[in-house]
């Protein structure tokens, strides 16, 4: 079993910053991609970046430009770096991140998700 424990959210104006953090503990052998998704109200949870094992990265169209994804393999942590915050950033963000697990039958990958935490950007 794996916890994905965020840090980070809260209130933000227009135009301003914020940092959410993510960090990975437990049964990890080792650490495919990890991610951030949000759920607006009203709507589905949808992608804002991801970045692979390798360093890849992918942003959805609506963050490029303004949001960063990093991470730190060494402390199983994804980070978001959020400029420029637009009142429709605001939404509840989920850390994800897919796992690979060792146990007596063999190695398997799965899929993870933390808590979540606010952001909300105001006008």
């Known amino acids: 079993q794996v916890e994905l424990v965020e840090s980070g959210g809260g209130l933000a104006q227009a135009g301003g910053s914020l940092t959410l953090s993510c960090v990975a503990s437990?049964?990890?052998?080792?650490?495919?991609?990890m991610g951030w998704y949000r759920r607006s109200p009203g709507k589905e949870r949808d992608l804002v970046a991801r970045?692979?094992?390798?360093?890849?990265?992918n942003y959805a169209d609506s963050v490029k430009g303004r949001f960063t994804i990093s991470r730190d393999n060494a402390k199983n942590m994804v980070s978001l770096q959020m400029n420029s915050l637009k009142p429709e950033d605001t939404a509840v963000y989920y850390c994800?991140?897919?796992?690979?697990?060792?146990?007596?039958?063999?190695?398997?990958?799965?899929?993870?998700w933390g808590h979540g935490t606010q952001v909300t950007v105001s006008s």
């Open positions: 970045v692979s094992s390798g360093g890849s990265t």
């Open positions: 994800y991140s897919n796992v690979r697990a060792q146990e007596i039958r063999g190695v398997y990958d799965y899929d993870y």
């Open positions: 437990g049964n990890i052998f080792s650490i495919n991609s």
